[in-house]
Every structure is written in C-alpha cells, then in structure tokens.
C-alpha cells in the first residue's frame, strides 16, 4: 500500500450552500491529507517506521511527520515501542466504516465462500472507483498460496472482467466520455487498448450480461464476472470466478462457471433494497 | 460501526525528541479526529449522510461537518450524490494498511478457511487492543446467516476465548495490573466478572495453551482459541472456532477442534520471523 500523492480538490459541489462557506481552507485538507498518507506509508514491506523512515516514504518533514504520528498515536491509531510506530488494530475501524454501509457485503461472504468451495477457484467481489475496481472481497481457493489481492487493492477497470461488468453498466453517454479519458494501457499483448474496440466490447457485454478476460491483465490469468444488481436493476458491484487457462479455457468458464456466479449474484440481489 | 469518542491524547512519549515539538497541537488533533469521527459516522445504519444527518451523528455543527465532508471529498474519500454524502471504497485503503502490515495475516486466511470447511464451524482471528480484542480475520460457517461479527470489531478480552489467550500471554505483571483496573461486565449469568477468579482462570489457559468459553459472552455461544506464536514464542494473535453448546460440549469442543486448531495455528506461526 504504497503512498500516493491525494486526488486535487474537485471544484464546486452542490450541497446547498453557498459556494464561500463550501470550499474547505487549504490548511485542513493538507493537514488531514498528510495525517491519512502517514497512515498509508505502512504496510507488508514496512509494519513499523522509524520518525526518518516515515518521513522518507511520505517526502514530509521530519518535524511534520513527527507531528501526525503523535496525533495518531494519541487518537489510538498508532503506538509507539521504543523508537518505532506501528498501525493498531484500530486503523480497521476506518476501513470497515465502507464495507458496512453496503448491505450486500455480509450476505456475500458466505455466498462467495460456497463458490469457491464448489468450483475450487478463487472468487471475488469489486466495486468500480474512477477507473479502477476496488476489490470488497477476496475468497482464494485454498490450494493457491500465491499473492492474495487484499481487500482495497485497485485493479484497472479496463482489463479486468468485474471492470468491464461495471463500465458495461454505465449509461452510454458518460461510458463513452469515460473510455475516452481513460489510460487503456496494454498489461499483455492481448489487453484490449483501442477505446472504440472496447466501448464494442462493453456493449457486448452489458447485452450478455457477462464479461470474460483471458490473458488481458496478466498471461495466465483467465476470469469471468457478472453484476450484482439491485431490485430495481441497479449495478451495486460486480462479481468473478478466476482460473487458468491452460486449467479452464473460456468454453469451460462459461459451461462450469456462469451458471453459479448467476445464481449467486441473483441470490445476493435479492436481499437488496430497491 | 457507531461514533465514539476519540481517546485522549496520551502524554509524553519516548520518541527521543524534546518535549516542546512531541506535543502535536490541539487544533492539529482535533481536527483530524474531527475527520476521522466523521468517516466513522457512515455505518449499516446509514450507508449515506445529508449534512444535517451526519452533525446529527457527530455532535459536530454542521458547518463543521461540511468543511470535513467537503475535506473528504477533495481527497476522494467520500462522494456526493444530490444531498447525500457515501463513503467511498478508497476508504478501504486505510484500514487495510494495517492487515498488510501483519505479515502472518496473508497466510492465515486459506488456512482458516480450509479449517472452517473441516470442522463446518466458523473460525475467525483476533488481536489485542486495550481491554478489548479487534477481529482481524472472520470465516463464518456457510449455513450461519445470522450477524456476523466484522473485521474491524470489538468484544471485551475478559470473556471471549480469544481474549483469554491473548491476556494469558501477557508477562504476570502486565496481565495482574491490567485486569486490576479492567472492567469485568457480566455479559450472561457465567461471565467471570471477579478479578482473582479471572487472573486464576488466565494462568490455566496459559499453562494449558488454549482457553475455552461456555456461555460467557453470550448464552448458545462457546469457543475455543489458541495463540499464534512466532518463533521466538512470542503471542502476536489468537485464531478461535466457535459452536453452540447443544451441538458440541466443552468435551466435544476439546476433541474435535482442538488437534485442528492448533495444527492450523502452528502452521501460520511457521510463516513468522523470529
């Protein structure tokens, strides 16, 4: 989870307030920017940091790093053990404050284990963010121990299948505004990077209702993804069983697989408001 | 996921820095846990906010509030939709800087999963934090639709078996002045709630290894958990099976768990540096 420099501030919004009173000062968003990136400077190659270890992997200043990391510490969201901070557990109340406004998500897991179980595959579940999916949840087949996709991680929507379900279901217009602003960069030789070729693709795949990736993102890697849509037809997230292709080639995905991912993201649909 | 009250800010640390510039500001404080109280007022119970409803939640004024939700906006943390504000799954990132910063915790989840379709029983994993332990890892057992505890949630250490070892663990000292000043809720008509019984109780469970609750969390509700050692032996989580009385007894808990258990537990603390 490596840091990243935080979106600029979009303009305008339309909260109902005068547009004086809605633009917060410059001074907050640094500071709580800075506060969240410190948060975001830990992770699998750096469980704890030293003050001059978080300041270099932020690019702040020692004294502003210093500065958030006893904000932090002194919110209980990291501690201090001689001269090294770590992340406390309480950092996952942050994160799980999302997955618990989706109402879909809990009646999910279960779901998604059962797939996996039943078709000795990994199965997961992605909502779209700009261009990317966000993965909500990860169920690895229990045999591959290779690198897990954690829950958070990002995905470019354009090569993936639960990116194409989801681009597939956005209205034409702002699908097509979308694809022409988007970086279709080639993960393989066979990623499709001509945006006309995959706005064809998108509409084939919202009339299927299904999107198959074989060897687009990563040679070896083939999936198959459906929407999950609410009662009213909405897509709240997508959905994807993932195998290889020399194991399941795409008349095999399509034969053993759809029919359970349909029925799964029928059945999650299901307990969906309207 | 409700709203709480940000813990008061610690005193003095040891970082090695004078005590003038280890003081992060007030207003630095505030406004970040400002921030972070907000993103924690979206829940289950409210997937989106208007800004009324949000101040509402917080306690904060509303213009407050707008400046922190316009704040989250600017960083891409929170969307607007007309009047209502949702979290976005870019939040996901900040809590999963955390479990990917345990490096046991990749490795865990197959394993867990593998011994929640051995034992058709739910597993899940837990950390101490204060007097409490936060799940980190939750398999639910597939017919069990009932609530799910989340990643990200609490229960009290004192009577949850995950709790138990990880107090258990604990150097004598640290686990006598802990429990002295801990506060021993009953939570059913079984909860150790004396402070003596408790620490007697924790040394069986660290002479045994493993500690094992009947109805003290809750009535219908038994555990069983053991640590996760590194290989140095210190205790870094506790992994626990869960099962209603009237199905397996403590004697059935001990003998058809327990082998399983601490197998699956031994495996993932193989995985630790030392």
């Not at 996709?149 to 979308?178: F, I, K, Q, W």
């Amino acid at each position: 989870m490596a840091t990243r420099t935080p979106a600029p501030l979009s303009a305008a919004s339309d909260a109902g307030a005068d547009a004086e009173t809605l633009r917060p000062s410059d001074s907050h968003v640094q500071s709580f920017a800075r506060g969240l990136a410190v948060l975001r400077s830990f992770g699998a190659d750096a469980p704890t940091l030293t003050l001059t270890q978080a300041a270099e992997r932020t690019g702040l200043t020692r004294a502003g790093v210093r500065r958030i990391l006893l904000t932090l510490q002194g919110l209980g969201y990291v501690a201090l053990e001689g001269r090294d901070f770590r992340l406390t557990p309480k950092v996952l109340e942050l994160g799980f404050a999302y997955l618990a406004a989706q109402p879909w998500w809990h009646v999910a897991q279960p779901l998604m284990e059962e797939l996996t179980q039943t078709l000795h595959e990994s199965t997961s579940a992605a909502v779209l963010d700009g261009d990317d999916i966000v993965y909500v949840l990860r169920v690895p087949a229990h045999k591959i121990m290779s690198i897990n996709l954690g829950v958070g991680s990002r995905l470019p929507a354009h090569c993936t299948s639960m990116g194409r379900v989801l681009l597939a279901a956005l209205p034409e217009d702002e699908r097509e505004r979308r694809v022409a602003a988007m970086d279709l960069g080639a993960r393989t030789s066979r990623t499709v990077t001509d945006p006309d070729k995959l706005l064809q693709v998108l509409s084939q795949v919202r009339r299927k209702g299904w999107a198959l990736i074989n060897e687009e993102l990563e040679v070896g890697l083939i999936s198959l993804a459906v929407p999950i849509c609410d009662r009213s037809g909405r897509v709240v997230a997508a959905i994807n069983v993932s195998s290889q292709p020399q194991r399941r080639n795409a008349t095999a995905m399509q034969e053993q697989c759809l029919p359970a991912l349909l029925a799964v993201a029928q059945r999650i649909g299901e307990v969906l408001p309207r």
